[in-house]
């Protein structure tokens, strides 16, 4: 790192004509100029030439030395020198010096603050070490979901209510095949969604290696093609998202387990898959490998949901045992081996044998490798970068969004997040306000919350009432002969304010928004129940168990109001 004292600039727009001429002399690869400031900050290469540098900018009619020597005239001796370089400078856009922002990563965050700070005037280098798109494309949420379905599908038509009437059939599952239609999806939607935008967008320039920091105002890019590049910043935003966990269980990282990142592309059901974990991919998964064909078995070091409200977790166990998935609750693994093809793990209850093994223990934030103490950012003990409600970090210049973070890991928060953090980044004040964040497990029947539990509630000093209704009491799901749930609604006792709603139904995810919505607006169950709500929907539930605050539905006509 280069840097100059100049003297001379009068407004931003001399700082634009001397960045162009000092990024036009041998050896520079970027340059920073700050006219508030006086300085020049460049990333040069071994040899390059101070004489050079001064001529560039004497050559423009101001005055460099550089920051560690005294202030001396060059521009006499050294006009001849920058003539071959010059003619750059005077090539630049507009009056003011676009703000250069860098973005590491090309996941939800780092798409939406790359975006958004575009519209907002900057000029953005985004770098991206693996494939565009970032996880919930590429490894998680799309394909994910689509194995979900593929294997809710083989499951209605094995197993259905309307067997009676509607002859069930053993479906005959062609892994190879639905993986290649899983591929082509994700395909399709990270070219729409990412790639192709990337291409078409001239104010973002895509640099394709693993970036770290140098300093404060410059990050190092290690290319995937070979070399490295300094890239400087006005400000920065990591968006470098997480990966799966793997726990310190002896002898696992010597076999060959899966995390959801292999089980999602394997191209063949396991006879018998063993699952470890207890939260979202862990439940989404086991339940789809048990749908498409596996005899799976579940280890939760203590119960399904263990976070959540216990009712959920009992519905959630109770519906995996139902349809044949082993749950072995607080139950760990205290040794994996893997021999002649298979897994063999030891736990208190006994041997477990199985022919693949999920790890789903959480995922960790990316933040190893980018050497954030050198400008200053402070991460938490699980190596999660620490932000504010403007995704600020600890420097005032770098920003933070996603994964990587302390912030809830999901990509619709990441991509609220990088919005803000982009406008925050171009001069402006936006927060993100989690209190009605809503969330969705993609089991069936799905699990959905937003808000308060009545736990945490309680936690947070509040007095509470709630109202658990379960679904036989709700006509989409009594029609459907599929009443497995329930829809629970928690309430500050004085006002009857909607605080928190947790759920366990078919289709949960669908009505959750509208619970989001109401505590957003400080809506009371008063105010809830006495909306409408088209009959025969399993949103309907909300305003049924709204009801129960005050009515006793069982003495209710069936779309009473």
Not at 69 to 94: C, E, F, Q, S
Not at 198 to 213: K, P, Q, Y
Not at 282 to 298: D, I, M, N, P
Not at 473 to 478: C, H, T
Request: one cysteine or more.
């Amino acid at each position: 790192m280069t840097q100059l004292k100049i003297t001379g600039m009068t407004c931003d727009s001399c700082a634009a004509h001397l960045k162009g001429a000092l990024e036009k002399v041998p050896g520079v690869q970027s340059a920073l100029v700050s006219y508030p400031k006086g300085t020049a900050k460049l990333a040069t290469l071994p040899g390059t030439s101070s004489d050079a540098l001064t001529a560039a900018v004497a050559g423009l009619g101001y005055q460099a030395t550089l920051a560690d020597a005294p202030p001396t005239d060059n521009r006499a001796g050294l006009l001849d020198k920058v003539r071959g370089w010059k003619g750059a400078a005077d090539k630049h856009i507009g009056n003011e010096r676009l703000l250069q922002v860098a973005v590491i990563g090309s996941g939800g965050a780092a798409m939406a603050a790359a975006l958004k700070a575009v519209e907002q005037g900057a000029h953005v280098t985004l770098i991206e070490r693996g494939t565009i798109g970032g996880t919930c494309v590429n490894i998680g949420c799309v394909p994910s979901k689509i194995m979900i379905r593929a294997a809710h599908i083989a499951h209605l038509r094995r197993e259905s209510p309307f067997d009676g009437g509607v002859e069930a059939t053993v479906p005959a599952i062609d892994r190879s095949k639905l993986l290649a239609q899983q591929q082509a999806r994700v395909d399709e939607l990270r070219h729409a969604k990412y790639e192709g935008i990337l291409d078409g967008n001239s104010a973002i320039t895509v640099l394709h290696g693993e970036a770290r920091f140098k300093d404060d105002q410059s990050l190092v890019v290690r290319l995937n093609e070979g070399g490295e590049r300094v890239v400087m910043f006005d400000r920065c935003l990591v968006a470098t998202g997480g990966s799966p966990a793997v726990p310190p269980i002896p002898g696992l990282k010597d076999s060959p387990y899966w995390t959801s990142t292999e089980a999602l592309v394997s191209d063949a059901i396991p006879e018998r898959l063993a699952v470890i974990g207890s939260s979202v991919v862990a439940l989404e998964l086991a339940q789809a490998f048990a749908r498409l064909g596996s005899k799976v078995t579940a280890l939760a070091r203590n119960t399904l949901c263990f976070r959540e409200d216990p009712a959920i977790g009992e519905a959630v166990t109770a519906a995996f045992r139902a349809e044949g998935i082993e749950v072995l609750e607080n139950t760990q693994a205290s040794q994996v081996a893997h021999v002649d093809g298979e897994f063999v793990l030891t736990t208190g209850h006994g041997e477990l044998r199985a022919d693949k093994l999920l790890i789903a223990t959480g995922r960790a934030p990316n933040t190893r490798s980018l050497a954030l103490e050198a400008a200053g950012v402070v991460v938490n003990a699980q190596g999660a970068i620490v932000i504010d409600k403007g995704m600020r970090t600890s420097n005032p210049n770098i920003y933070a969004a996603g994964d990587c973070t302390d912030q809830p890991q999901f990509v619709y928060v990441a991509a609220a997040a990088g919005t803000r953090a982009a406008i925050n980044m171009t001069g402006g004040d936006a927060a993100l306000d989690l209190t009605a964040m809503p969330a969705v497990v993609f089991t069936d029947p799905q699990i959905a919350t937003v808000g308060y539990s009545e736990a945490k509630a309680h936690h947070d000093g509040f007095e509470t009432d709630s109202r658990t209704l379960t679904l036989d009491n709700v006509p989409r799901a009594v029609v459907n002969f599929d009443a497995r749930g329930f829809i629970k609604l928690v309430a500050q006792a004085r006002t009857g304010r909607l605080i928190g709603v947790q759920a366990v139904a078919p289709d949960a995810g669908e009505l959750i928004q509208s619970a989001a919505l109401a505590i957003r607006a400080g809506m009371t169950v008063h105010d809830l129940a006495d909306q409408l709500f088209p009959y025969l929907t399993m949103v309907e539930g909300l305003k049924l168990a709204a009801q129960t605050f005050t009515k006793d539905l069982s003495q209710l006509s069936c779309c009473a109001g």
